[in-house]
């Protein structure tokens, strides 16, 4: 098997004062993050504007976003200096190496691309930029669960997969529900290992369910953690509605837990009956919460994402798009995880979970469900840098 590496991607966070507006971003702290750039990404026929799953690397040593294309069925490999495809990899449909419905990519160099399949146990790929895909995985259960051979395993930018002493380390998303009183916290592992030498799967409680989440109903977007891995080789973990980071080894043993709190949260009434649909939109949509988390080994700073909460209005909701158009803020720390500040972003205006790290800074894209200036040809992002 080729050699694999980890491109880290990290995040952590907590709050300040003192505001002023500019270009209709509210600033708390003056001197932060600052837009300094714009990217135009071109979109072409066989393409989307708000593609799901992606990844940033270096790829002949040329800054990539590296893109799974659901419309083609291919991997898309974007210069970020020119903002155009500079090569496309067909996925195969047929033969040894056929892959079926795909839903996660996750980038570690050139040469081990790794791709995740939708509902299904088998056909975890990888793919090299040179050769295409070159291995699939079809691993084995080692423990016996209720699960059988059914795994949801995506790998999105707020549920990165991290590649850890030779094992995939992954969010697992349930077929189960944690809206109705259960035992689902006791039942279902909240990650699965996937072992890249001998090709069979394991779960751990190595990242537990956090205490508060126990004997509670929850949002399904609520009970998955965004990871990521640091320079030093540390895990941190976020969930979205806890006010704290949680730092652990590389053995996956607990460290410490980092005070993270938005000036924009407040406590969160929690539920212990079952859940409708409304009721989950109505959590989602009014509690400020953290949906992702991102490590800048440029600058070695972290950037946890908050949803701020807003108004709740059960006659005009568009499914999980409906949070975009609540405001959200980016809280930053420094490489000793010491809280540097916190700003606001308008709402209807940028797509969080689009938002990658990149030589030149914070990359948001403007592909925000609700905004007027859509263009489904082009992708414009602005990329923002911090400043001391």
Sequence with gaps: MKNVF??????????????????????????????????????????????????????????????????????????LEKGVVFKRIDLPKEGPYQLDRMQGLTFHNQDSVFLFSYMMLKNNAILSFDSGVYHVFRPKLKQETVFDQ?????????????????????????????????????????????????????????????????????????????KVRNDEGEILVSWPALDSIYVYDAQFNFLKRVPSKSRFKSDLTLE???????????????????????????RELYYRFANIGGD????????????????????????????????????????QYMAFVGEKGLYLPRTNFYSSEINEDQVVFDVFLYEN
């Design 6 to 79: 980890v491109q880290n991607v990290f995040a952590i966070a907590f709050i300040f004062s003192c505001n002023y507006k500019k270009d209709n971003i509210e600033i708390i702290n003056s001197n932060f993050l600052v837009k300094n750039d714009s990217l135009l990404l071109v979109i072409d026929s066989v393409s989307s504007f708000d593609y799901r799953f992606f990844d940033y690397g270096k790829v002949q040593k040329k800054e990539s976003l590296i893109i799974l294309n659901e419309n083609n069925f291919s991997v898309d490999f974007y210069d």
């Design 150 to 226: 059914i795994l949801n395993h995506p790998s999105t930018n707020s549920m990165r997969t991290l590649v850890v002493d030779n094992e995939l380390v992954f969010n697992h998303l349930s077929l189960r529900s944690p809206r109705s009183p259960s035992s689902f916290f006791e039942e279902v592992p909240s990650s699965f290992f996937l072992d890249l030498e001998t090709d069979s799967m394991s779960y751990s409680s190595a990242f537990d369910y956090p205490f508060s989440y126990l004997q509670k109903t929850w949002p399904e977007s609520f009970i998955f953690h965004s």
């Design 272 to 298: 212990n009956t079952a859940l409708t649909n409304q009721d989950v939109s109505r959590i989602v949509l009014t509690n400020t919460h953290y949906p992702s988390f991102i490590f800048d080994p440029y």
């Design 312 to 351: 709740f209005d059960p006659d005009n909701l568009v499914s999980s798009n409906s949070v975009l158009a609540n405001e959200f803020s980016v809280l930053v720390y420094d490489h000793n995880l010491e809280f540097l500040g916190e700003q606001k972003f308008p709402a209807k205006t940028y797509n």
